[in-house]
C-alpha cells in the first residue's frame, strides 16, 4: 500500500502518483508544490548573495594587511614559454605587501603552467628597491620558470 490509497493511484496528498497504465506520473500535487518551494528557496539565496551580503571579496588574499590586483602572464607562449611577467596594481598602498603579491602570482603562474614553484627571477621580490620598475602605481616583475 505504502503512499498510495487503495485502488494504487492516488497518494495520500491527493494528487495522482500513477498514470492509467500503472506508471508513476510526475503529474502529482504533492511533486509540483516540492518544486515550488525549492524554486521559492533559490530565489531568496539570489536575491541575498545579489545584495551583496555574500562578496568574493571576502576571499581575498591580504599582502601586508592589503589586497592588491595582480597579474602573471607569459612573455611569448611560442618562444620562450617560460617566461613571464607579473603586474602588481596599487603599489603605493604597501611595497613589501606587492612585493608579496607578485611572489604569489608568479609562483601561481610556474605551478600551472610547469608545476613547479622555481622561479629564476630577473627582477623580483628580492631586487633592491631602486631597481624595481615602478610606473603609475603599478610594478613589474619578469622571471623565467624552472622546469623540474
Known amino acids: 500500500m505504502g503512499l498510495h490509497g487503495p485502488d ?16 508513476p506520473s510526475l503529474a502529482g500535487r504533492n511533486f509540483w508544490k516540492g518544486r515550488a518551494a525549492l524554486a521559492g528557496a533559490l530565489g531568496v539565496l539570489t536575491i541575498v548573495t545579489a545584495c551583496g551580503l555574500v562578496t568574493p571579496s571576502d576571499d581575498r588574499i591580504l ?13 611569448d607562449k611560442k618562444k620562450a ?22 611572489r604569489y602570482e608568479g609562483t601561481k603562474f610556474c605551478i600551472a603552467a ?25 610594478m613589474t616583475f619578469a622571471g623565467t620558470c624552472q622546469r623540474p
Open 63 to 75: 599582502f601586508d594587511g592589503k589586497p592588491f590586483r595582480a597579474k602573471a602572464k607569459a612573455v
Open 114 to 138: 610547469f608545476g613547479t614553484s622555481k622561479i629564476d627571477w630577473k627582477v623580483g621580490p628580492e631586487t633592491e628597491p631602486q631597481n624595481l620598475r615602478i610606473a603609475d602605481d603599478k
Open 81 to 102: 614559454p617560460t617566461d613571464f611577467t607579473v603586474v602588481v596594481n596599487g603599489v603605493s598602498a604597501s611595497l613589501d605587501g606587492a612585493r608579496e603579491a607578485g
Open 8 to 23: 494504487g493511484r492516488h497518494g495520500i496528498g491527493g494528487g495522482n502518483l500513477m498514470n492509467k497504465k500503472g506508471i
